[in-house]
């Protein structure tokens, strides 16, 4: 079946450093992967996206690196800061959007 | 540009009872999507309502409903509610059903069963 998980569900970084959070997929079907942070008491809140088609994809602060033939995807936080501290979410998508059980992020001063 | 809304934000019920809670889209979009969050774990599919019909549907029980109005807002409906219920309930819209576009989500609504 699907599934979608991440490799530590812990990860804590002093501010100033680069953070990778990483997930692993399992669907070879799926074409669409997104990030999500999602801060205490709110909604998921999109980060960044990539297509199956890429393997790299960069925005603000922020890297997206995905690797079809291990299934697994990365988000890269460069100069970490502590707005970043939050849980962090990866999902896949074929037909349906998929979430992992998302990565805690600590950012400590 | 108002993003996703919902309401109500809190909610409390008790066993056996009925629940509706509402999402409007953010402006723009067209496709919603309903997701079960439990404490500590990512958003479950519930399913996704696209031209008013419900198109996509998770591993949820029929007690789970919903409905989508022609201004492309949307209820979530949960009959005999049990303890399980409990959780947090997210609602996301996109721009066309089969798009790769992301969702973008409310901040839920939080529903504690009694």
């Known amino acids: 079946g699907e599934s979608v998980g991440l490799h530590l569900p812990t990860l804590s970084v002093q501010e100033g450093d680069n953070s990778i959070i990483n997930c692993a997929y399992s669907?070879?079907?799926?074409?669409?992967f997104i990030w999500y942070k999602q801060e205490s008491g709110k909604g998921p809140q999109f980060i960044i996206d990539i297509r199956s088609n890429m393997d790299k994809r960069q925005g603000q602060r922020v890297t997206v690196l995905l690797n079809k033939t291990v299934k697994h995807l990365s988000l890269q936080i460069a100069a970490t800061q502590p707005g970043d501290s939050a849980v962090y979410f990866c999902a896949e998508k074929s037909e349906k959007l998929v979430f992992g059980k998302g990565t805690k992020l600590t950012v400590n001063p | 540009d108002a993003g996703v809304t919902q309401s109500p934000t809190h909610l409390i019920k008790t066993r056996g009872q009925q629940v509706t809670l509402r999402c409007s889209p953010k402006s723009g979009h067209d496709t919603v999507s309903w997701y079960q969050q439990a404490l500590g774990q990512g958003p479950q599919f519930i399913f996704q309502?696209?031209?008013?019909?419900e198109r996509q549907r998770g591993n949820f029980p029929d007690r789970f409903s919903g409905h989508q109005f022609p201004n492309y807002s949307s209820e979530l409906n949960v009959n005999a509610l049990l303890l399980g219920d409990s959780a947090l309930y997210l609602c996301?819209?996109?721009w066309g059903q089969g798009a790769r576009q992301p969702q973008h989500f409310g901040d839920g609504t939080r529903l504690s069963i009694l």
């Open positions: 309502y696209y031209e008013e019909e």
């Open positions: 996301a819209s996109s």
């Open positions: 669907n070879s079907a799926s074409d669409y």
